[in-house]
């Protein structure tokens, strides 16, 4: 049994709100942790910090690639091109790595910071994963 249109376009909606109020917001941050970073400083977390602004951002690419791919390609990955997935997967290993470096160490450094900012990520990213599970593969064209 299908799904309704209904159900379909309130899913759409609310991954359109997800990255709205999530997502975006994360981008733009890292855009402007991009900007402050442009100019080295002595500060000892300088270079953490850089390291891990520069694999979010390689991640958000991925990751807006996967979103938008999402969208156009009928609520579903299967099309998505390796590069985005492995953006993407560097990113979700970022976060997971954050919270272990914060967990075990009980201290918020600057590369582990990056990452914990990037959780907000994850939640349009599991829907989408979770909707795209659901679709089955179209069969090839003839």
Not at 32 to 45: A, K, Q, V
């Amino acid at each position: 049994m299908g799904k309704s249109q209904w159900a379909n376009g309130f899913g759409v909606a609310l991954l359109v709100l997800e990255l709205l109020l999530l997502a975006l917001p994360v981008t733009l941050l890292d855009g402007f942790g991009l900007l402050m970073l442009s100019r080295p400083t002595g500060h000892p977390d300088y270079a953490p910090m850089l390291v891990g602004v520069l694999l979010a951002s390689v991640a958000l690419v991925g990751f807006w690639r996967l979103a938008f791919g999402f969208l156009l390609d009928g609520l579903t990955l299967h099309g998505a091109p390796r590069w985005a997935r492995w953006c993407t997967g560097t990113g979700a290993v970022l976060c997971l790595g954050a919270l272990l470096i914060a967990g075990l160490f009980n201290r918020l450094n600057a590369l582990a910071f990056v990452g914990v900012l990037g959780l907000p990520v994850m939640v349009p990213l599991g829907h989408m994963l979770v909707v795209s599970q659901r679709v089955p593969t179209p069969p090839p064209l003839p």
